[in-house]
């Protein structure tokens, strides 16, 4: 059939089906693992026939893969719609909070997305949490506290967030270490932030930025002399700037 024949109703009727078996499959995840994660189970607690599950994910690794993503979305949405925090070093600790408390909380679907070949790239909604953490660091930076670059800070984050949800998962209950999570952040933050205690409420005027990156360069030796003086030529026309 070809997809510009299905009238809107059909196709709104097609998606109330998909969401009617991710949920289905949601609720088996949560109660019994991936395991639990069948097709005939599914279909069961869906209320449809196998078939239709297979035409709309494949096989049981594209159910799974779609829930991870559906489930990611909404989580992602609902902190995207947050308020950010006045301090944005504050605000990004509150974000590793939700997220490892998230994945905490998933365990099963967070499987599923480390797991994820990625021959296709980044998914949507990886894609989106990734765009919220880059905008809280770009915040950071923004006020003069970033200690590196804005890239390497989000694959720092990105990388100490991950490890810290596997080394969660893998300790037995009664042994989990309920504040190294809080321990990892901090020390995280540290190494990508300067250690001021409060954030500068005031907007940085570029001029100041520029005087405060000259006033820095001597530490920096992996410049030519030309570049040097080329980098000394437009920070000073940029702190002189009216």
Do not use: G, I, Q, T
């Given at each position: 059939m070809n997809p510009n024949d299905i009238l809107p109703e059909e196709t709104a009727a097609l998606g109330d089906v998909r969401l009617r078996i991710l949920n289905a499959a949601s609720h088996l995840i949560a109660s019994g693992g991936s395991a639990a994660v069948t097709t005939r189970a599914v279909a069961t607690a869906a209320g449809v026939q196998a078939p239709t599950i297979y035409r709309f994910f494949g096989d049981k690794r594209g159910l799974l893969n779609a829930l991870a993503e559906h489930e990611l979305a909404s989580y992602i949405a609902r902190k995207d719609d947050q308020e950010?925090?006045?301090?944005?070093?504050e605000d990004l600790r509150i974000g590793w909070n939700m997220h490892i408390a998230f994945?905490?909380?998933?365990?099963?679907?967070f499987a599923v997305l480390v797991n994820v070949s990625g021959t296709d790239g980044p998914s949507a909604a990886t894609e989106w949490g990734k765009q919220i953490l880059r905008r809280r660091i770009h915040r950071i930076a923004q006020v003069g506290r970033l200690t590196t670059s804005e890239d390497r800070a989000l694959a720092t984050v990105q990388s100490a967030g991950t490890g810290m949800v596997l080394t969660l998962l893998q300790q037995p209950n009664k042994q989990k270490d309920t504040g190294l999570s809080a321990f990892i952040r901090d020390m995280t933050i540290a190494s990508i932030t300067s250690g001021k205690d409060q954030y500068r409420q005031e907007k940085r005027r570029p001029q100041t930025a520029a005087a405060?990156?000259?006033s820095t360069l001597d530490g920096v030796d992996i410049l030519s002399a030309g570049e040097r003086h080329f980098l000394d030529e437009l920070l000073d026309r940029i702190a002189s700037a009216a």
């Open positions: 950010p925090h006045s301090d944005p070093v994945c905490l909380d998933n365990p099963e679907l405060e990156l000259k």
